[in-house]
C-alpha cells in the first residue's frame, strides 16, 4: 500500500470543552445571547476536530494535518526514503503554576513516533501519543508501508516488526 491515513479518535470528555460550554452556557443566560451561541457552536464543531497525518509514498509526500469532518487539512511536505519507523519515549519536565498559584513539579512521558529517513534532516517526527497508541500506530504505518518498526520506548531498543 502506498498512503497511510492515521486520525486520532475524538476525545469527548476533555475538560476544556466541557468547561467551554459551561461559559457559553452562562454567556447567553447572562451576558449576550449571539455570543454565547456563537461559542457553543465553535465548542460543538471542535468536538469533530482532531489531529491526524497522512503518508503517500507514492506521490514521495506527507503531512501532518487536522481531521475536519473527515477532511484532512495540511500542508504537503516532500517525503525523503524511508527506512524504518520508530517509537521514541520522551520525559517532559518542567514546572506548572496551577490556582491558586502553587507550584508543581510536572514529570511527563510522551512517546512520538518518528519516519527515519535517507536525508540530513534523519528523521521527520509524525505524532506524540501515548505508549499503547503509538506502538500500535507504529506498527501499522510499518505493516502498511512495508517497513521495518523500532521500539525505542526502553533503554533496551528492539525491532518489533
Known amino acids: 500500500m502506498e498512503t497511510y491515513k492515521y486520525k486520532e479518535s475524538i476525545k469527548f470528555h476533555n475538560p476544556i ?8 452556557i452562562l454567556m447567553m443566560i447572562f451576558i449576550q445571547f449571539p455570543s454565547g451561541i ?10 469533530f476536530i482532531s489531529p491526524g497525518f497522512e503518508i503517500n509514498t507514492k506521490k514521495n ?25 520508530t517509537v521514541v519515549g520522551i520525559r517532559i519536565t518542567g514546572i506548572v503554576i ?16 518518528n519516519l527515519i529517513v535517507d ?8 505524532i506524540s501519543l501515548d505508549k499503547k497508541d503509538a506502538l500500535k500506530v507504529a506498527l501499522e504505518i510499518g505493516e502498511s508501508l512495508d517497513l521495518k518498526v523500532l521500539d525505542f520506548t526502553t533503554p ?6
Open 17 to 24: 470543552r466541557i468547561i467551554a460550554i459551561a461559559i457559553s
Open 38 to 47: 456563537f461559542l457553543l457552536i465553535l465548542t460543538g464543531i471542535s468536538y
Open 61 to 85: 509526500r506527507y503531512h501532518t494535518a487536522l481531521c475536519i469532518f473527515g477532511w484532512y487539512i495540511g500542508i504537503w511536505k516532500k517525503l525523503p526514503p524511508i527506512e524504518y519507523v
Open 98 to 113: 496551577i490556582p491558586p498559584f502553587i507550584e508543581k513539579g510536572m514529570n511527563v512521558k510522551e512517546f512520538n513516533i
Open 119 to 126: 536525508h540530513p534532516i534523519r528523521y521527520i517526527n509524525i
Open 156 to 161: 533496551n531498543e528492539k525491532w518489533i516488526r
